[in-house]
């Protein structure tokens, strides 16, 4: 069973902030996302990555930043934390495999307030 | 803004009643995927849709996908209080470059 860990449940930060959010999965995956989750507003798509080395900006990239050293771990950095990045982030993953037609795979989820 | 546009956006059931969400596309879309998230949990693989007016079923689940691939629908016959919890679509095209876009979700509460 493919496991995507995400490091905190929750995280309470101040504004002006470094903030590091962690995302680790066990299948060998080669494509990793972050999305962060408002109510009305779904899913949206921050970063994702289809390899070791490798970021695509998605819709809502401002003020975030992403790193991926080694395959199962992609990390999503707020540079400077603004009380408008106080949301639930969702990390994903999913095979490269099927033309797209891989599912996703989330973490239970990060709820990062910033204050 | 929203590229995949879902309605409604909260529905609230008596236990036994049917339910159904839509989800739409402005463009032609290769593929739709559907999930639930159940409440405090996190987003959950349902099904895949590809073909044009395809059907599939889970049980007490319908999916459908639209003949022109633009618009897909979850319908839930004689729902259960197990069935509570956030409906999303997502839908990929080249044209969100092969991205999944979600739609906004579908928000399911059920009275027993």
């Known amino acids: 069973d493919v496991k995507v860990t995400q490091s905190s449940r929750y995280l309470v930060k101040r504004t002006g902030e470094k903030v590091f959010l962690e995302c680790v999965q066990d299948?060998?995956?080669?494509?990793m996302f972050w999305y962060r989750q408002d109510p009305g507003l779904g899913l949206r798509l921050i970063y994702f990555s289809y390899d070791v080395k490798m970021k695509e900006k998605g819709d809502i990239p401002e003020g975030y930043s992403v790193s991926r050293e080694k395959k199962e771990r992609f990390s999503l950095i707020l540079e400077s934390a603004s009380t408008n990045q106080t949301s639930m982030y969702l990390c994903?993953?999913?095979?490269?495999?099927?033309?797209?037609?891989?599912?996703?795979?989330f973490g239970d989820g990060t709820r990062l307030s910033i204050l | 803004g929203q590229q995949v546009m879902q309605i409604p956006q909260y529905q609230h059931v008596q236990e036994g009643e049917d339910f159904t969400t839509y989800c739409n596309s402005s463009?032609?879309?290769?593929?739709i995927q559907w999930y639930k998230q159940r409440p405090g949990g996190h987003p959950v693989f349902l099904i895949q849709?590809?073909?044009?007016?395809e059907v599939k079923k889970q049980k007490r689940l319908t999916f459908q996908f639209g003949e022109a691939k633009k618009n897909s629908s979850l319908h839930i016959t004689a729902t259960q209080t197990t069935d509570v919890g956030t409906y999303f679509c997502a839908g990929r095209t080249l044209v969100y470059g092969n991205k999944l876009v979600f739609g906004a979700g579908t928000i399911l509460r059920v009275k027993s």
């Open positions: 994903a993953s999913s095979l490269a495999t099927g033309g797209g037609h891989q599912p996703q795979h």
């Open positions: 299948m060998d995956h080669e494509n």
């Open positions: 849709l590809v073909k044009s007016g």
């Open positions: 463009t032609t879309l290769s593929n």
